[in-house]
């Protein structure tokens, strides 16, 4: 087996394992949210993230439109130490999962505000997101994120479209560092990812998520 075949069959692993947990009855998408409950147990949200989910600091993220799934599964990354913030997982601790899965709910009907990419980045970050770096190995962007960065809800795969490019750079750079890898249960694909890409790519790669709409 070729080591591009090994990588392929680590994907297939990871995907396999994230559908077989929700078609068994994954913690993360066990419960429906409410909207309106989630409104006002978002509340404390609002100071980071905006009271839509649309953050005006561009190092925390826009969290309107994200798949409930995957807010969840964050939710629960950070109650449980698997991705580390301080603030982050005392707030999550706070948390019930029916909390959880109203305030994603919340979020997950919110519109995302559109932003735009720098016009210099644009041909390199678009050239990795949609055929990645074949010769060092890099996976395009496009197959687990979408044409359009809309990401995949039954595979909990995030939305990234509009994202803020200074958290997208932060991100990949955390998923680089080893810092971030709430990815375990997946093979570290983003990690694996990330850390074969040099900082002009995260940086091009990220104002070019920014720009998707």
């Not at 803020?164 to 991100?171: D, I, P």
């Not at 997946?186 to 998707?212: H, T, W």
Request: hydrophobic share 40%; proline share 5%.
């Amino acid at each position: 087996m070729t080591s591009a075949d090994a990588n392929i069959s680590g994907v297939v692993r990871a995907v396999l394992t994230v559908v077989f947990g929700i078609v068994l009855g994954s913690p993360a998408l066990a419960q429906p949210g409410s909207a309106q409950a989630g409104q006002a147990k978002a509340v404390t949200c609002a100071a980071c993230h905006g009271a839509d989910g649309n953050s005006v600091t561009p190092e925390w993220p826009n969290l309107a439109g994200q798949h409930a799934s995957y807010f969840v599964r964050q939710m629960e990354a950070y109650r449980d130490g698997e991705r580390l913030d301080a603030g982050m997982r005392g707030f999550a601790a706070t948390l019930s999962v029916q909390d959880m899965h109203d305030i994603a709910a919340y979020y997950a009907v919110q519109s995302p505000q559109p932003q735009g990419a720098d016009p210099e980045l644009v041909s390199v970050g678009e050239r990795i997101y949609r055929g990645g770096i074949p010769e060092r190995g890099v996976a395009a962007c496009i197959a687990c994120h979408g044409p359009r960065g809309r990401g995949n809800p039954l595979a909990a795969w995030p939305r990234i479209s509009g994202q803020h490019s200074a958290y997208v750079f932060n991100t990949l750079q955390a998923y680089a560092s080893g810092q971030r890898n709430s990815d375990v249960d997946m093979n570290r694909m983003m990690g694996n990812v990330a850390e074969l890409l040099f900082e002009d790519e995260m940086r091009a790669l990220a104002s070019y998520v920014q720009g998707l709409r």
